[in-house]
């Protein structure tokens, strides 16, 4: 059942992003002659972005599984705005992330991130680039206790590649 709703949630997405969607009578419409329902607050006019965006979220990733504080350091922007899935929010330097991330991670020996799929993109009209992750991830804390949670992460990049957002949602797995 998890694999069929991120299948859907992928074909819906790359859907979006290619402008078209599939009718039951003549295969495809052009989205610019359709009517939408609601307007885009941020943007409609995503493209499937470049791989060298992907690659260094997904170093972000490694380098959190792996406790490499310097290789977490170099993904990210010098100032960075973050959404926490508990609600909470960082908005900051690097230096002052890196200091809250060492702390957090220092509580925790163990962590193993199992990707499933990640896509990313970008935003025509504001020039933007994205990267969204969908993963588990299994932390085991220095007390022994396991923290297991599905995550969906919406990664925006500034101009050098870096992450200089991020809102991420989770999931607690039992």
Request: proline fraction near 2%; charged fraction near 20%; glycine fraction near 6%.
């Amino acid at each position: 059942m998890k694999n069929l709703f991120l299948f859907l949630l992928v074909t819906f997405l790359y859907a979006a992003c290619t402008g078209t969607t599939s009718t039951t009578n003549s295969g495809s419409a052009d989205s610019s002659s359709m009517s939408f329902p609601y307007t885009a607050g941020y943007s409609s006019k995503f493209s499937i972005g470049s791989d060298s965006s992907a690659i260094n979220v997904l170093n972000n990733y490694k380098a959190w599984e792996n406790g490499d504080m310097e290789g977490l350091k170099n993904t990210l922007s010098d100032s960075l705005y973050l959404h926490f899935p508990d609600g909470g929010e960082f908005k900051g330097t690097r230096d002052s992330a890196m200091k809250m991330a060492a702390m957090y991670r220092d509580s925790i020996s163990k962590v193993e991130i199992k990707v499933d799929a990640w896509i990313p993109l970008h935003a025509k009209d504001k020039n933007t680039n994205w990267v969204c992750v969908w993963y588990t991830e299994i932390d085991t804390h220095t007390n022994g206790k396991v923290d297991s949670a599905y995550y969906e992460d919406d990664n925006m990049l500034d101009e050098n590649g870096k992450i200089a957002y991020s809102d991420s949602h989770k999931r607690v797995l039992k």
